[in-house]
């Protein structure tokens, strides 16, 4: 049984739609082994408690330097000897230091289609902002792993979701939510504890 570590900053609806997956049996040999928030307020942290998830709260401004937060990260994932990191809406950069120990075994979910709306500056409302000023009329959202550059790792799953003409940054990104976050991060969660994705320079390809 892999152990996964989901990293939140948020409401934590992507890390409920893991423990919902991991509750319906849909994790194929993984489970949540910890929830790390980098805020003591965000909500995902209820979540983890009522599912009865162990929590740790780690807050960059407490470190004096990247590099003992990153000392006190590394900490934290080998105490419960993680072999998954999933980042679901955490807001604190992760350094190449991490990356480094934890090579395609890192997992992010963007709100878009890479290599579309990401990048810096795109996070949040802000990319539902930039799909609709576009003009776009498909977007969606892509799971990824990372790598030293920003949303520029190998692309796992993406799910497109169509952009309606009343939509509002609000609305289209609830449907992106719903229609493909929540239904393409546990997929690639429970792939990747099957040992089912093969990474090839900037391919990967499900076996
Ligand atoms: C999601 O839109 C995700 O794509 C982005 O941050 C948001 C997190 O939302 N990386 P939640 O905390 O999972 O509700």
Redesign the pocket.
């Known amino acids: 049984m892999l152990k996964i570590a989901v990293l ?10 893991i423990i919902d997956a991991q509750q319906r049996g849909e994790i194929i040999n993984g489970e949540i082994a910890c929830v790390i928030s980098s805020k003591t307020t ?3 942290l209820e979540r983890a408690k009522k599912a009865g998830l162990a929590t740790e709260v780690l807050l960059r401004k407490q470190f004096a330097t990247m590099e003992d937060y990153d000392a006190a990260l590394l900490g934290l994932l080998e105490k419960y000897q993680i072999d998954l990191i999933v ?5 604190t950069i992760i350094s190449d230091n991490i990356v480094s120990h934890y090579p395609n075994q890192i997992m ?4 878009s289609l890479i290599p579309s709306f990401c990048g810096d500056g795109f ?2 409302l802000h ?1 539902h902002e930039a799909v609709l000023e576009k003009g776009v009329k498909v977007t969606g ?1 892509t799971v990824h792993f990372v790598n030293e550059i920003c949303d520029g790792g190998p692309i796992i799953l993406q799910k497109a979701v169509e952009v309606q003409q009343e939509d509002t940054p609000e609305t289209l ?1 609830l449907r ?2 719903e229609q493909a ?1 929540w239904k393409i991060l546990p997929q690639a969660i429970s792939l990747f504890c099957q040992g089912r994705l093969e990474v090839s320079g900037t391919q990967v390809k499900i076996v």
């Open positions: 939140v900053s948020g409401g934590g609806t992507n890390l409920q739609a965000a909500y995902a980042l679901a809406g955490f807001m992010n979910i963007h709100p996070y949040g990319v959202a990104q992106v939510m976050e």
